[in-house]
């Protein structure tokens, strides 16, 4: 079964260009060297599903021409990954209730920060309704199509990861216990957080992602969640190995 993803966002928690920042990666007029933070779009059969609804989310949305979703899965509950909540509302409108699959860790976090959504009292008209499922470590099925957390350690916090068929989707992540890598083998494509080359505490460094990809051999791994300080994207790219990429704002990838 072919899976379609596009990169929505591949930037870090401040997005590229940095608000303010001299650095000349900053400043670079090369079109991949502009990131939005980090979310992706998988569209398997005649399914859509978003993977993290960012702060970038309605711009994102705009620039890919999405009209309609199937589901929102998310990763963990830091606000480059969730800040883009609200805007989920025009789908609401035209689709009713909107499909969520998140851990009973995030379902509270985001009820702390928007409970004005998630209200059962007086709630104020326009607000989208959303219908949560929560998920433990088990695979479960989003309309008909099977998705596999992967669990992992984003430092501080767990994370979870989702696998696809044979397209794996892993970010803000530091640490992957063995049985947890064993549901990434055998794929066709795995997109990974790669942040810097210095050691980072909450994210793989360059050496430590490389090192991921050699244990797992996927047939192409694409990197994502960049910072500035990692450098230019085409002189990066020179230096990855061969079916190691670094992907760019609005990548399409098909697994096969």
Avoid: W
Avoid at 1 to 24: A, F, N, R, W, Y
Avoid at 183 to 211: C, F, G, Q, W, Y
Wanted: aromatic share 8%; glycine share 6%; with cysteine.
């Amino acid at each position: 079964m072919e899976v379609t993803i596009t990169i929505l966002g591949t930037g870090t928690s401040q997005g590229i260009p940095v608000i303010g920042s001299s650095h000349p990666v900053c400043l670079s007029d090369d079109p991949k060297d502009k990131r939005l933070r980090v979310s992706a779009m998988v569209e398997v059969m005649d399914k859509r599903f978003i993977i993290d609804c960012g702060p970038d989310f309605r711009q994102q949305m705009l620039s890919n021409k999405v009209s309609s979703i199937d589901a929102v899965l998310f990763t963990h509950e830091h606000a480059d990954h969730t800040a883009g909540l609200d805007d989920l509302r025009p789908f609401y409108f035209r689709q009713g209730d909107l499909q969520c699959y998140m851990t009973s860790r995030v379902h509270r976090a985001l009820q702390e920060r928007f409970n004005y959504i998630f209200t059962t009292k007086d709630k104020y008209p326009g607000v989208a309704t959303l219908e949560v499922h929560e998920f433990q470590n088990d695979s479960f099925q989003v309309d008909g199509i099977n998705v596999t957390p992967v669990l992992a350690d984003h430092g501080y916090i767990p994370v979870h990861g989702f696998r696809i068929e044979n397209v794996a989707y892993m970010t803000d992540v530091k640490t992957i216990a063995q049985g947890e890598k064993k549901k990434l083998k055998n794929l066709d494509v795995l997109i990974l957080n790669m942040l810097r080359e210095e050691p980072h505490p909450t994210h793989l460094n360059l050496e430590e992602a490389l090192e991921l990809v050699r244990e797992l051999q996927p047939k192409r791994t694409y990197f994502t969640h960049i910072s500035h300080y990692l450098g230019f994207h085409e002189e990066v790219q020179q230096q990855l190995p061969e079916n190691v990429f670094l992907a760019y704002d609005n990548l399409k990838i098909t697994s096969n």
